[in-house]
């Protein structure tokens, strides 16, 4: 049976030591200066900016596939009031949830088209790929990981460390996969193996 074409961004599931992730996160603010939308499942960074007025909330802006070193996930958007959107649309303060440990296991559905990654693809890194622009209506990003170019360098988006042990998920097009951030903020980036 061909996999579910769902694709959701990064989704916190267990920690490295086998702990399942029970919804943990720390409150950043996504300030109103950056303009770009963040969305559930996107990987973010911390901002120049520093923090908010208070000092109580680091800033963060979103993170760019590729490219950025994050320091977590957004996990979910601080309600405003019970019409708030279900993501931080830029332009706006905004306080976010992040799942920012970096022992963090993340769940994420590999991109369509390509050759599709082998169970040998265990332990090398791979980069996300940005295939659709996130959801206004479910919040969620557009993030998959990509299957082209995993290798052992250092300097890519995730460590893939296998299928996801879920039903109705096997290797081919739209395979989920359990990956670690490996250019996180908090921790040294490696190669892999």
Known sequence: MANLDAAAGLIPVRYLNGAPYNGQAN??????????PIFIGMGVTLAATGSDATGKYASVIPGTVTSSVFVGVCVGVHPVDRDSLV?????????????????LVFQI???????????ADAGLNANLV????????????????????????????VKIL????V??????EHCNWD???????????????
Do not use: M
């Open 130 to 157: 940005q295939t659709a622009t996130g959801s206004t209506t479910t919040g969620l990003c557009g993030w998959e990981l990509n299957n082209v170019g995993e290798v052992v360098t250092a300097t890519l988006d």
């Open 167 to 172: 039903i109705d998920n096997d290797l081919g």
């Open 109 to 119: 559905q590999e991109v369509s088209g390509g050759t599709p990654l082998a169970a």
């Open 27 to 36: 409150t950043y603010i996504h300030l109103a200066a950056s303009t770009a």
């Open 162 to 165: 296998n299928v996801s042990n």
């Open 179 to 193: 990956v670690r951030i490996n250019r996180h903020q908090y921790v040294n980036q490696l190669a892999g193996i």
């Open 87 to 103: 993501y931080s649309p830029g332009s706006a303060d905004r306080l976010i949830f992040v799942a920012d440990d970096p022992q």
